[in-house]
């Protein structure tokens, strides 16, 4: 096909083989169910009861073995076939039997609620009738129980009560029957984020628990298959899960005011905080980067270096065990604190093996700057606004979790603090109380004098109209290298200019609209569509995606070769159904539990996020489309997401808060990034200046798009003066005109936008 045939003419040409159709084919199916395999995490596994073994008969109680919860809701949706549910799952697998009369009554129950209108995901647990479990016992010892949790975009959790963090009281009823009568109890949860796990962790009546996520189309398939052996988890956590909602420090002020959010924890976010404030060892449950398999391994240094700067940990990894099964290699370092406070411990690298079989080894090497050590000083303590390192002992650990490392032979030594990058101040705290210390206590923060950053970018782009519309080139002209782009431009009035920086409606199956639409210039209409569980398309098309798992449990991956074939696989169906941009990878921080959208979102880790987000742009932009790392940035609370100010440091914001985006950025070389709806201290992102000229294209050299978020509350003159190109769904061409005459913004600041739109339209096909 030529550029952009698809964009302009929508032709619904199937690109499988032999002219088949490619979204949702089984291939596709089979990525989505492989990348759920190996996110899955077994938590728990007393006296090996998993894999089940062959004649085992199992009775399987909860509602959720019916109501299987591929994902969350909102822009996040994907419009799938589901395949099956996890009783069907387990029905099929060979030498296990399942007991249908105790599945069906849930069946039953699940038909009949949902003929009343609840929804998928928000069930209730039904009681179950005695005569049902009496005869279950006479028949198995072995049970599973299923628990599931559904969010939407838009909602945040509770602190007291709450529905998807504790049991229900059906729940542990149901819960307590089952421990009551049977001997092996397996748990399973269906789940998107971080919920308390006390209950059957510290209970020796169930012997195994396993976190099977929200693994899209065949999710439910993929743990059937770790259930009876046909592989091995090895995903590991990337949330630490503590005992209780309140040991989280983000849980206190989450609903301090819907205004504001006060990130008082600073840099202590996740296991920072768990490892390093006294006495919250204790409160964890289940510790970040944690994970069983059904084999074990040793991990054994072979050599620590320091090479031009970079550590390099090269380490042997043996199958001990008896099972095949991948083993996931996690370097941490822990810094010298001085003058500023520290995190105890930081993951600097990461490594999964390929499935090796018992008795089998692979080297691995693990590597990362010593720079990435740095702290960013915005107190002063060395050089203000600066990213140093502190004189003293860098220690470096090797293991399988934070909490089961070893020292590593090899340290980093420095005899006086070094300055690794001196940079200026963006976007500091206004109202922001306090700040924690290592030690576990705050100090009052320091607030700047609120003030907005302006843009001075300018962009030379006189308006040279052709003589006569026969002379006029179009874009096509620019791809074919006939003019250069800067010439271009200039034909382009500046109503044209604006009708580029705002989206238009739809055009195809997406419901989210496109971007271009300049006609006489042979500008195409570019289309978006959402993510991040796939290519969302608009209902009653017809259209049915491959709905791949959630974030968070692709994260648990830890494998970016896996993450980078779901790009890939999302980029054929994307091309597909002819659409151009996908609205995804979103990467805001698990910060705290209470987000409602937290499954759309990889890890509580920046180097985790941004390392999984690179993976999926390097996929889906592989194939000349564009994808859309969001939102930028800490959209992590759903409540009024559009009026809330995040206040937090700058220290926390760029280590914790912008390093995910700032390692996908200079990973991946992403064609279009998302702002925020959210004000990140005190300005509205599409409109902040400093975080996007100042941070993002400044010291991080971004060259490419910018977008809002759909239906922000801000004025597009101030989104454009900071450097945020385009407005959706749609711009406010005739205020941006009127701003023009009035003198409030020039044609060159629209230019300069409307320069890197056109090079987003001529990098996808």
């Not at 728990?44 to 109501?67: E, R």
């Not at 991956?557 to 995804?584: K, S, Y």
Request: with cysteine; hydrophobic share 35%.
């Amino acid at each position: 096909m030529e550029k952009w045939s698809r964009a302009r003419y929508q032709p619904c040409l199937p690109i499988g083989p032999n002219g088949t159709k490619a979204t949702a084919c089984e291939e596709h199916l089979n990525v989505s169910k492989n990348a759920a395999k190996e996110g899955i995490v077994l938590l728990k596994n007393n006296n090996s009861l998993l894999p089940f073994k062959s004649g085992t008969t199992v009775a399987i109680f909860g509602k959720a073995q019916i109501d299987y919860v591929k994902g969350g809701g909102g822009s996040g949706d994907v419009i799938t076939n589901l395949s099956k549910n996890i009783y069907e799952s387990l029905k099929e697998k060979a030498g296990i039997s399942v007991l249908d009369f105790v599945s069906e009554f849930y069946a039953k129950n699940v038909e009949e609620q949902y003929k009343n209108k609840v929804s998928n995901g928000f069930l209730t647990e039904p009681e179950i009738p005695d005569k049902i479990l009496k005869k279950a016992v006479s028949l198995t010892d072995t049970a599973i129980i299923t628990i599931n949790r559904y969010s939407n975009e838009g909602v945040d959790r509770k602190i007291e009560g709450d529905p998807y963090i504790q049991l229900s009281e059906q729940e542990v009823s149901m819960v307590e029957k089952v421990k009551k009568n049977f001997k092996h109890i397996v748990v399973l949860l269906n789940i998107g984020a971080v919920i308390e796990t006390g209950w059957f962790a510290d209970d020796d009546r169930i012997e195994a628990a396993m976190i099977i996520w929200q693994g899209g189309s065949r999710g439910a398939e993929a743990a059937a298959e770790l259930l009876v052996g046909e592989d091995t988890p090895s995903g590991k956590l990337v949330d630490t899960f503590a005992r209780n909602i309140n040991d989280y420090p983000s849980t206190k002020g989450f609903y301090e005011s819907v205004y504001y959010v006060n990130y008082s924890e600073d840099i202590f976010v996740g296991y920072r905080y768990f490892e390093t404030i006294p006495g919250m060892k204790e409160r964890v449950v289940y510790p970040f980067g944690y994970g069983l398999s059904y084999t074990t391994f040793s991990i054994k240094e072979k050599e620590t270096k320091l090479e031009d700067g970079i550590i390099k940990c090269t380490v042997e990894v043996r199958n001990t065990g008896n099972y095949p099964g991948k083993e996931v290699v996690q370097l941490y370092y822990s810094a010298p604190e001085k003058k500023l406070t520290k995190a105890a411990i930081e993951l600097g690298a990461f490594a999964k093996t390929k499935k090796l079989e018992p008795g089998k080894k692979q080297t691995l090497t693990l590597s990362f700057k010593a720079s990435d050590m740095s702290s960013y000083d915005d107190i002063g303590a060395i050089s203000k606004y600066a990213y140093v390192l502190e004189k003293g002992t860098y220690t470096l650990y090797i293991g399988d979790s934070v909490r089961s490392v070893k020292k590593l032979s090899y340290e980093y030594k420095l005899r006086k603090d070094v300055v690794v990058e001196q940079l200026e101040s963006h976007c500091p705290p206004m109202e922001l109380d306090k700040r924690l210390l290592s030690d576990g206590t705050y100090v009052k923060a320091e607030n700047a004098p609120k003030y907005r950053e302006d843009n001075p970018e300018e962009y030379d782009c006189p308006f040279l109209p052709p003589k006569t519309p026969r002379e006029a080139k179009s874009l096509y002209d620019v791809y074919k290298g006939k003019i250069s782009l800067d010439e271009f431009l200039q034909q382009l009035s500046n109503e044209q200019l604006v009708h580029l920086l705002g989206g238009h409606r739809r055009f195809g199956v997406s419901p989210t609209g496109g971007i271009g639409d300049v006609n006489d210039y042979g500008i195409p209409k570019i289309q978006t569509a959402d993510g991040p569980q796939g290519v969302r398309v608009e209902y009653g098309t017809g259209v049915k995606t491959t709905a791949f798992p959630i974030a968070t449990l692709l994260a648990c991956t830890w494998n970016t070769d896996v993450i980078e074939e779901i790009g890939r696989t999302v980029a054929l169906e994307l091309i597909e159904n002819n659409i151009q941009i996908w609205l995804a990878p979103a990467l805001n921080t698990h910060r705290a539990p209470l987000c409602g959208r937290n499954f759309e979102y990889y890890s509580e880790d920046p180097l985790i996020s941004g390392k999984m987000a690179a993976a999926m742009v390097r996929g889906v932009q592989s194939m000349n489309l564009a994808a859309t790392p969001k939102h930028f940035a800490l959209n992590n609370k759903e409540t009024n997401r559009t009026g809330s100010d995040s206040r937090v440091s700058e220290r926390a914001l760029r280590e914790i808060y912008l390093k995910g985006f700032e390692i996908c950025v200079k990973e991946s070389s992403p064609k279009l990034i998302m702002t925020s709806y959210n004000l990140v201290n005190g300005i509205h992102s599409s409109e902040n200046a400093g975080l996007i000229m100042g941070i993002l294209r400044g010291e991080w050299g971004y060259k490419g798009a910018i977008t809002t978020d759909w239906h922000t509350r801000c004025e597009q003159l101030w989104e454009i003066k900071a450097g945020n190109d385009i407005k959706m769904p749609y711009g406010q061409p005739e205020a941006l005109l009127k701003e023009l005459d009035y003198g409030r913004i020039t044609r060159n600041q629209i230019a300069a936008c409307a320069k890197r739109v056109l090079n987003l339209i001529l990098s996808v096909d």
